[in-house]
């Protein structure tokens, strides 16, 4: 069992990471890259006996925990390189010009790390979203150093992976301070972080609850921060009349892997079907449940997570006009979700809240319209998501424009003939949408662009060469893309 860090503990960190902050942040981006590629050395070199912890505590499978550590990984090495290659950075240059009335300053500008970053590790994913996730990744690539709150379902893998990260800091002669790791199950020691006058940003990936409370927090200080988290998010998917007519049977049996898949515990889990009541919707809610039915309960991440959908999923099942598809025919055991099928009205959805909210695991509820136009309604009281599917055919696509405009907008990630589960690590990935699903739509957690979350712009006037950072003289030292007069270009 671990402590909560006390106030002196937090304040102790805060102070050795502004510290380090002051030193870090002038470090090469090559250097940083190096150390991030230690940590993923290292995470690596922790073993199997990571993945036994990994699995004690949060009942995951050792399959899906090793490919979990082996995208981190990845992760960790791919920001690495987006930091080496200093694209983030979004140099741009406009040289002056003196003759013109009146005369042109010679103007350039770039990102600079915000300072150091507080990340709260998420229940869910104890590798790729903690202790050395995405979150952490991006601030040292910015140039940030990390203050991670370990999440209490997991503690025990998050101290060891943070034993990994302060090797690679000696290896690599980072500044004392560079990386932090504290436990805390109170909203003290949250409070306290994201309060501190030297945290200058925050991740967090979790429930609506604790992400509200965390913005809000960051809101509350003299000099408010930004606090980037991953809330609620129930990923809605509309089935078009066209698809649906051919594809019925395909999609749910599809639709059946994705509810389930990991227990339902995914931020991606499409909780929301939306589609016309008719025959061919029918047939897709009687193949889905058929198959929801066959699915075992499983084992979820703790008890907490367990108490949370069992309260939510019986909350929602006993609201009007909700009637009960299908359930898992094995019965299930302490801690174990049930996948679970409903079904409503659009009315139904359109006046009652509750339908609104996530409940986290193995759940899906269908919502029945009468026509296209009710369809419509219901998309426009869909609340703002991390993605949103339409399984339609171009036909369906090109003939309801309205339709698919509206449900664009609610969403980060818009998805035509897949499921949302899954989300690839690279470049184009989008993984933030409107709230409540984010706090800042503008912004993604996975893929290198999450990197611009933990820094700002700063504009150089009329600075001498020998003077300006190596990213914005002349000669362009480092090699990188930058904009000059209005041309991306690397001399």
Wanted: aromatic fraction near 8%.
């Amino acid at each position: 069992m671990y402590q909560d860090a006390t106030l002196q503990e937090i304040n102790e960190a805060l102070n050795l990471a502004w510290n380090a902050f002051q030193v870090y942040r002038k470090l090469p981006l090559k250097q940083r890259a190096d150390f991030m590629r230690t940590i993923a050395k290292e995470l690596e070199e922790l073993g199997d006996e990571v993945l036994q912890k990994a699995h004690e505590e949060t009942h995951l499978p050792e399959a899906r925990l090793r490919n979990e550590r082996a995208r981190t990984i990845f992760q960790i090495n791919n920001y690495g390189d987006a930091c080496e290659r200093g694209d983030w950075l979004e140099a741009r240059i406009d040289t002056a010009i003196p003759k013109r009335n009146p005369p042109k300053p010679d103007l350039r500008k770039m990102l600079v790390p915000l300072g150091p970053v507080v990340v709260f590790g998420a229940a869910n994913f104890p590798f790729a979203y903690s202790t050395a996730g995405g979150d952490t990744a991006c601030a040292f690539a910015a140039g940030c150093p990390v203050i991670v709150k370990a999440h209490p379902g997991h503690a025990g893998t998050s101290e060891m992976v943070a034993t990994a990260i302060l090797k690679a800091a000696r290896i690599c002669n980072m500044p004392d301070g560079i990386f932090a790791h504290i436990h805390g199950a109170g909203n003290e020691v949250g409070e306290a972080l994201v309060k501190h006058p030297f945290a200058k940003a925050v991740g967090f990936t979790g429930s609506l609850l604790g992400g509200k409370q965390l913005f809000d927090w960051g809101n509350q200080r003299k000099d408010p921060i930004p606090v980037f988290a991953e809330m609620s998010s129930i990923n809605p998917v509309f089935l078009f009349p066209e698809k649906l007519k051919h594809s019925a049977v395909e999609v749910a049996k599809l639709y059946a892997d994705s509810i389930t898949l990991g227990v339902g515990q995914f931020c991606t889990n499409p909780g929301l079907i939306i589609g016309i009541d008719n025959n061919d919707l029918q047939t897709f809610i009687d193949s889905l449940g058929d198959e929801v039915k066959k699915v075992p309960p499983g084992e979820m991440l703790h008890t907490g997570i367990f108490k949370n959908y069992v309260e939510r999923r019986a909350n929602a099942l006993s609201q009007d006009e909700v009637e009960t598809v299908a359930a898992s025919e094995v019965e299930p055991l302490f801690n174990q979700g049930t996948p679970t099928l409903a079904s409503a009205t659009a009315q139904a959805f359109i006046n009652n809240p509750i339908l609104h909210q996530e409940v986290f695991g193995p759940y899906s509820i269908v919502i029945r319209c009468k026509g296209m136009d009710e369809m419509l309604e219901v998309a426009k009281h869909v609340e703002g998501q991390l993605t949103s599917t339409l399984m339609a055919t171009e036909n369906d696509v090109r003939n309801h424009s309205e339709l698919v405009d509206v449900v664009r907008n609610i969403c980060g990630r818009f998805i035509l003939n897949g499921v949302p589960t899954g989300v690839e690590v690279c470049l184009s990935m989008q993984h933030g949408g409107p709230f409540p699903a984010t706090t800042d739509s503008r912004f993604t957690s996975v893929g290198a662009d999450g990197i611009k979350r933990f820094a700002r712009p700063i504009c150089y006037q009329n600075w001498p060469d020998e003077l300006l950072p190596n990213e914005l003289k002349n000669k362009n030292p480092l090699k990188i893309w930058r904009t000059v007069n209005d041309e991306l270009r690397k001399d």
